[in-house]
Nanobody, 120 residues
């Protein structure tokens, strides 16, 4: 089993910044990709950003230029630096990890979510 523990959410004013962290622990042979998704009330869960263990990134158009995803493979931790936050960024942010076991079978794991609220 793999556990993902998120931190860093909270309340911030428009234009402000927050940094989310997510650390993976447990039976991990290899982390392939880690990322962040978000879900606003009444909406589906959407991609925010992903990063491979090799550092290849992918961002939703709505966050390009404002958010930066990074990974520390040694610490099994992914970060999301969020700048120039807007009210429409308000959502529960979920960490995701695609992890392989020793047979290279891939598993998909989710964190419990952390609330980000952008409001004046």
């Amino acid at each position: 089993q793999v556990q993902l523990v998120e931190s860093g959410g909270g309340l911030v004013q428009p234009g402000g910044s927050l940094r989310l962290s997510c650390t993976a622990s447990g039976s991990i042979f290899s982390i392939n990709t880690m990322g962040w998704y978000r879900q606003a009330p009444g909406k589906e869960r959407d991609l925010v950003a992903t990063i491979t263990s090799g550092g290849t990134t992918n961002y939703a158009d709505s966050v390009k230029g404002r958010f930066t995803i990074s990974i520390d493979n040694a610490k099994k931790t992914v970060y999301l630096q969020m700048n120039s936050l807007k009210p429409e960024d308000t959502a529960v942010y979920y960490c995701n990890a695609l992890v392989s076991d020793s047979s290279w079978y891939e598993y998909d794991y989710w964190g419990q979510g952390t609330q980000v609220t952008v409001s004046s």
